[in-house]
């Protein structure tokens, strides 16, 4: 995750640079948390004033790995879009944080954790906002098991 590095750097360097981001949860070793994630992987705003700075130096910059251009130019980004971009990220708008967004019904879904941790089986009904109905195979039946939607993932 080279973007905050660069984000860092430019700013060191006197550039006004933006990296939006968003909140998900993930997980790691049985605990959820909930984490910061660029919103557009491996790029970031940076604001360059021609007149007074060169904009080569981005270019050795630390965790930069190029600027989009057209030709031999940066390529401008209007304000107007950049500043509707942080509102929408500063109300959430960008958030990821229900558990169910990457789960579809009729696909196979691994349990993480619980009584039925590492089973494989198909989500068949999304209830509420938090609670969802795997399919799981025991003792050679199939068995409607009703779960947290943040045990499971996509298997």
């Given at each position: ?9 430019l700013?060191?360097?006197?550039y ?13 070793a049985?605990?959820r948390q909930?984490?910061l994630?660029p ?14 700075m060169?904009?080569r130096p981005?270019l ?13 130019e940066p ?10 971009i ?8 960008f ?8 789960l ?16 494989v ?8 906002q938090?609670?969802?109905v795997?399919?799981l ?5 199939a ?8 045990v499971?993932?996509?298997a």
């Open positions: 995750h080279a973007e905050p590095k660069a984000l860092e750097h700013l060191r360097q006197g006004t640079a933006y990296l939006p981001r968003y909140r998900t949860k993930v997980s790691h049985r605990r909930i984490v994630r919103l557009f992987p491996r790029y970031l705003f940076a604001g360059i004033n021609r007149a007074t060169p904009w981005i050795s910059t630390v965790g930069v790995t190029d600027i989009v251009r057209a030709g031999d390529t401008p980004v209007p304000a107007q879009i950049v500043t509707a942080r509102e929408r990220e500063d109300t959430g708008a958030d990821r944080l229900d558990s169910r967004e990457m579809r019904l009729g696909e196979l879904v691994r349990v993480t954790t619980g009584a039925f941790e590492d089973m089986g198909r989500l068949v009904e999304l209830r509420d938090d609670r969802i795997v399919l195979e025991l003792l050679g039946r068995v409607r098991a009703d779960l947290r939607a943040e499971v993932e996509p």
